[in-house]
């Protein structure tokens, strides 16, 4: 079990640094450490939340969900939804943001995905020049310390990185599920490596039984160097700009208005809903909508346009089964699994609890993308585990529909349950100021299933999911489905391309990706907001940093490719200083 490292919090900020790093998640994280390296370089790192080790459950990995609306969490919203959310509270998708150090890291399912390669092919034809698949595996590598021996002899893995990558699956139900992908025909083996279609066992940012996020794996072991300070607590409201350079930034901490000075840059790695809030509200934007809210404009960009987001259901389909291979909720809970815990770092809680990921490639398809379609994450317990508190702060259904939907039930039996997840979406959303309050939330629309081709795709990969609970592997363990019918979706016929469609619409779920909201591409992409560069255009001394910048979202969770742009910027940030 690891220790908690020393703190070097700041109590105030000096009135000038080199660079202004605004977010301390993913991307913030990296870029602290990456460019403090430099002692030459003095570098402050801004957080508007407190310290990770502040809530207990941050370490422990089956500990997720208890980490929902907290205060650790921003606990978004979207906007109602008109073509899907039919189930959820005011049709609104909740969407969980980490506010704390190491951010969204703290908080997520620690999956590490990092994507296919015609991702990156695609975001350097689509104009995002050094973004290639060879241009940007070293920077996986880079960070990565692998822990699996089989993986780590392929040569697309990295050793001795400080982000730990460990091979989490620990019940009997991994290998089933592996063994039903392979009676379908499906590749098991490293969905990292030269190949991504097919299954394999979870790889996640688990270090000896404990998450072991950014803020373990970059920040912390940085924060003892003089020339990185990091202050929390401190919420910034804008960037401050002499003509169209960037020159520092306002932001409130102790409740105070203050400002610092950036000598180089300023970057921004507030992610994907943050990052164009903040840019907005320092006038760079969709110039109509900043007058709208009298804020004077900077630039005249199209930030929040290009929202896109892995939607998909979360627990649908689910199964029972006759074997005790399960997660229950009196198995998690017990002095034994708590005992195995803090004596060994093993057991249910040292896992994430998710145990598969598999990428395929449906009948659906874009075949002009020339992509996988599908993410089904394999989960060996049922939704909420029986309690329908769980099931509302974890998914954000209407209590009516949790009632109506009898989770009640899955309390203490033998499950499994299925999420399959839309890769590329062709619905894209924006995210807009609500007012000119650096405080209000902003106005996210992710649009799902606008696009009826993103229906017909996530009734495809939910068809995958109940062929694998249909496989031998499976009906070995008497796997048999919970046909209890979707509230409002009574009048399909059970399984049918209707039925399935009623329910993807109906239980919609963010599965916690949004990316593009800041997207990059060259000089004559009026849809850019950034450069290959990531520098903000027609700007000086500004950068975006974190996955609003992707061109395209990517085949995979997107903690991993977040990570590798950090690393990535981290080196363009340097060369440019030279």
Known sequence: ????????????????????????GSAGCVLASRLSEDSS????????????TDNKFVKQPAMQGLLRNSKEDWSFKTVPQ??????????????????????????????YVRGNKGDFDLWEKMGATGWSYKDILPYFKKSEDNRNEEYRKSGYHGIGGPWTISSTAFTPLAGITLDAAKELGYRVGDINGEEQLGFHSLQANVKDGERWSVSDAFLRPAMSRPNLHVLINAHV?????????????????????KRVRAAREVILSAGSIQSPQLLMLSGVGPKEHLQQLNITSVADLPVGKHLQDHQGIIGFPEYWIEKPYSVTLDGL???????????????PIASPLFEINGIVKTKAADPKL????????????????????????????????????????????????FVPLLLHPKSIGE?????????DYPLIDPNYYDDERDVKSIVEGIKVCAQLAETKAFKAIGAKMRKQTVPGCAKHTHMSDEYLE????????????????CKMGASNDPTAVTDPQLRVRGLQGLRVVDASVMPETVSANTQASTVMIAEKAADMIKAAKL
């Not at 070097?8 to 009135?15: C, L, P, S, V």
């Not at 049709?91 to 908080?107: D, E, F, H, T, Y």
């Not at 009623?502 to 990706?513: G, N």
């Open 1 to 24: 079990m690891q220790t908690v490292q020393q703190s070097f919090i700041r109590e105030d900020a000096n009135e000038e640094y080199d660079y202004i790093i605004v977010g301390a």
């Open 41 to 52: 370089n003095k570098v402050l790192i801004l957080e508007a939340g407190g310290e990770e």
């Open 82 to 111: 008109k073509n899907s959310c039919w189930g959820c509270e005011n049709k609104q998708s909740l969407w969980p943001r980490g506010r704390m150090l190491g951010g969204s890291s703290n908080i997520n399912g620690m999956q």
């Open 237 to 257: 409201t804008k960037v401050t700009f002499n003509g169209k350079r960037a020159t520092g930034v306002e932001f409130v901490h102790g409740a105070r208005k």
């Open 333 to 347: 809970t017990s002095w034994i699994s708590d005992l195995k815990y803090k004596l060994f770092g093993k057991g």
């Open 370 to 417: 020339g992509l996988p379609d599908i993410e089904i994450i394999f989960a060996p317990f049922g939704i909420g585990l029986g309690q329908e508190q769980a099931v509302y702060d974890f998914v954000g259904f209407d209590r009516k529909f949790i009632k109506d939907y009898n989770y009640r039930e899955y309390l203490n039996r033998h499950m499994v349950s």
């Open 431 to 439: 995210i807009r100021l609500q007012t000119k309050d650096s405080f």
């Open 502 to 517: 009623c329910v993807a619409r109906t239980m919609t779920t963010t599965i916690y990706h949004p990316t593009g909201t």
